[in-house]
């Protein structure tokens, strides 16, 4: 019978600011890696009110795409009852503070043009950690 085996690991980070992307594609495959799990999932979450995970392509004209998207969606400048950050707090809610991919064969499934990327929604520069939870079979 297969072992079940649950393996964690935190990644701490700073950002610069609103609207700055942070790439941490490498740091999944590092840390499925150092499971040793071959088959099972990966959770990622960022425990911030204000910074969120997105799966998409890391190209820098969608990325700018995005960062307009929201203006529209949720402007920075707006009559906000919240003081100086209620738009990231509201910018933060369009997108989900975790994210789960599968692992098969002892690497993350994903997509040819996938990346992981914590988009900061704060206003200036902030601390920021990520939990990467790998749960499966040796």
Request: proline share 2%; glycine share 8%; aromatic share 16%.
């Given at each position: 019978m297969p072992e079940l085996k649950v393996f964690n690991f935190t990644h701490n980070?700073?950002?610069?600011?609103?609207?700055?992307?942070?790439?941490l594609t490498d740091m999944v495959h590092k840390v499925v890696a150092e499971s040793g799990i071959r088959n099972g999932l990966m959770h990622v979450f960022a425990p911030h009110a204000t910074g969120v995970l997105i799966l998409t392509e890391n190209d820098p004209a969608l990325l700018e795409d995005i960062r307009s998207?929201?203006?529209?969606?949720?402007?920075?400048?707006?009559?906000?009852r919240h003081p100086s950050n209620a738009h990231s707090h509201l910018r933060s809610i369009l997108f989900a503070p975790d994210r789960t991919i599968p692992v098969v064969d002892g690497?993350?499934?994903?997509?040819?043009?996938?990346?992981?990327l914590f988009?900061?929604?704060?206003?200036?520069?902030r601390r920021r950690s990520v939990i990467f939870q790998v749960i499966g079979v040796i």
């Open positions: 980070f700073s950002t610069k600011g609103e609207g700055e992307y942070f790439d998207f929201i203006e529209k969606v949720v402007p920075r400048s707006s009559d906000y690497r993350a499934s994903l997509g040819t043009w996938q990346s992981l988009l900061e929604t704060d206003v200036h520069s």
